[in-house]
């Protein structure tokens, strides 16, 4: 983790940790708009439109010291049941067991990481949920990761094209190879296995990612969330203000149970958040408000 490093230097660090911290305000400020312009059936509800609720913490090193932490921004609405959008920075070593996982763990453990997590369940089983993240990561190497997937519980032809449109652009905006072979990624990675289906209906998932060109890197991972802040109140808002029926709920409630399952049996940031000393709150906000498993 040498100051050398050309690819993870303080002023990398910073500049990435800004970015996320500014593209947490911007999403939480989209997203309450949402609230306050519902019509429909959430509009007319006794609920009062959702505001995220922020909360800071704090992570000790394992001798220590200062661990970093991060920041907790969780809203509950009468649109979006439940939107997490959470940023951290956190610093320290990797436990022995964890090393060998971990590009560049190994000959050193001390890691540095930040990023942006977003998750969202809406109210309303005619719109879909959504995840976005985007984290930058400093060990003897150095990488960044993220990417975003819709989880509808009624796919959309429309919808679904809308959303992988999105990402395609951003894709190409950089490199015309990226869409198809992140595309592929994320359909591998978001699938449930003992289920034999995937969650949702994919987007892009990005892992590993050093080009040697850290600009050009931070500039498509800065991309993956404005195009989601871009792509997803749009299809939010083509949908929140229809009228939904008792089994399209009860549908909605056991979708989400694959949810949970993916999260606790597979998803790698849960695992990573719990094995670093994360905040368990901030890790498990991925969990839906209400889940029902038939």
Known sequence: MSSTDTYGTE????????????????LCMALELIETDVEGPNGSSDLEPGVFQRKSWQRPAEDGTDGGGGTMAVMRGRVLEKAGVNISEVKGEFSPEFRKNIPGAEADPRFWAAGISVVIHPRSPLVPAAHMNTRMIVTQKAWFGGG?????????????????????????????????????ACDEYFYLPHRDEPRGVGGIFVDNLNSGDWESDFGFIQEIGRSFMGIYPQLVRRAMDLPWTAAQKQAQLIKRGRYVE?????????LFGIKTGGNTEAILMSMPPEVHWP
């Open 11 to 26: 002023s990398h660090k910073k500049r990435a940790m800004d970015w996320f911290s500014r593209l947490r305000d911007d």
């Open 262 to 270: 993916f999260n606790l049996l597979h998803d790698r940031g849960t």
């Open 148 to 184: 975003g997937d819709l989880t509808p519980v009624f796919p959309d032809d429309e919808e679904t094209a809308l959303f992988h449109r999105a990402y395609k652009d951003a894709c190409d905006r950089f490199d015309g190879s990226y869409y198809p072979k992140y595309k592929k």
